[in-house]
Structures are given as C-alpha cells and as structure tokens.
C-alpha cells in the first residue's frame, strides 16, 4: 500500500488535536471536580476520562470526514485524494476504537461501530471487528460471531477499491469468518465457522453457505 510522508502529516497532525484537545478536557475536570471528590485516585479517573473522550472526539472527526463526502465508495489509483482520506479515515478509527475498548462491553460494541458511521439495525449480536465501518450495513436481529472480520475495501493492482458490505435481518454470521468488500447476505441466510466470502459475493436470503471460499450448501427454508 503506497504511503507518502503527507500521509504520516496528516495523521500526526489529527492525532495531536484529537489528544490535544482530550487532555485539556480532561484537564479542566481534574482542576474543578475529579481531584477534590476522588483525591488520590483522581489519577485513574484522568486517565479513563482521556481515554473516553479521545474516543468522542475520534468518533466525531470520522463522521465530519463522510459528512464532508471525502470518503466515498468505488475504485480509486492510490494517488486519488479519496485514498488519503480513506487512510486518514482509518488510523483515527483504529486510534479512536481502541481507545473505547476499556468502555466497549459486548452490549456497546453495536454502539461503537455506529459511532463510527456503520448502518446497524436493532437488537444484533456484534462479535466480530467492522474494519471499514462506514461501509457496512448490519439489519435488525442479525448475528456477527466472535473474531468474525467484515471489510468494505480491497486494495488490488495499484488501486483501491471500497464497496459497502450489506448483512441482512436475521442473518447469522459464524465465527471467524471473513466478509470481504461488496458482499450482500440476505435476510435469514447463515455463514457457517471460519468461511471466507469472497468479494461481490451475493448469498441469497434463506440459505447455508460454507467453506473457502464460501459457497451455498443448501436452502434453509427447505427444512
């Protein structure tokens, strides 16, 4: 993957704002509240405090980045101003998720993931990591299992090429499986464990796919 000094800038330069900005929150708190109510243990308040709010703040840049339509799906040559955004993109998101990791119970993961642009729906299970997640679409009851991966980008012959990934209602993803970018599961279809899903797969709805790569194994409506 083709990265240039402007893009170690960039990221340097969003990442020192984003703590910047953090730390002088959190040090306003410690000086007004946290220091007097917790005394010594305000240190530890500071610190999850920082990290909490970096993750806002990181959650927040991202969303500014697609709202600015800098970020956009389809095929691009690694010198497209769309790749350096994209890039930008992720090195905030991944910064920003790991800083929420200590607040990110497996009932806030969904949460998160929205925070970061994803579509989610109500009530799913979120297992799995989203690395692209202002491209993925996740509909109501559906199920991603533990150590899944879901990716809306491929980087291929010089280009990059980002294709929003749709997991229909009630679908169930198994664990460790990899859905690739441009992949649609229907609505009650099932990935069983470890499949990967190649990208553009369509997996019609109601039906049983397995393997490497996946494919269909039968129609669940049939039994």
């Known amino acids: 993957m083709k990265t240039e000094p402007l ?4 990221s340097a330069v969003a990442m ?33 405090l920082f990290l909490l709010l970096f993750g806002l703040f990181s959650s927040f840049f991202c969303r500014l980045l697609l709202k600015a339509d800098f970020i956009r799906h389809g095929s691009f040559p690694m010198n497209d101003p769309v ?8 090195v905030v ?26 579509k989610i729906g109500n009530d799913i299970a979120l297992g799995g990591r989203l690395v692209d997640p202002q491209f993925v679409s996740i ?32 679908a169930t993803v198994g664990v460790n499986v990899v859905i690739m970018s441009g992949v649609q599961v229907g609505e009650g279809a099932v990935i069983t464990a470890g499949a990967v899903v190649p990208p553009k797969t369509v997996i019609p709805a109601g039906e049983l796919w397995g393997g490497v790569p996946a494919k269909k194994i039968k129609n669940l409506a049939a039994e």
């Open 83 to 90: 790749f350096r955004w994209w890039k930008l993109f992720t």
């Open 139 to 170: 509909g109501d009851e559906a199920i991603v299992g533990q150590d899944s991966v879901v990716t809306a980008h491929t980087i291929t012959s010089g280009r990059l090429i980002l294709d929003p990934v749709v997991i229909g209602a009630r």
């Open 93 to 118: 998101y991944e910064f920003g998720r790991g800083a929420l990791l200590p607040f990110t119970t497996v009932f806030a993961k969904p949460l998160v993931a929205k925070m970061f642009g994803a």
């Open 16 to 48: 020192t704002l984003l703590a910047g900005l953090s730390l002088a929150v959190t040090a306003l708190f410690s000086i007004w509240m946290s220091a007097e109510l917790l005394g010594g243990y305000h240190v530890l308040a500071d610190a999850l």
């Open 7 to 10: 893009d170690y800038l960039l």
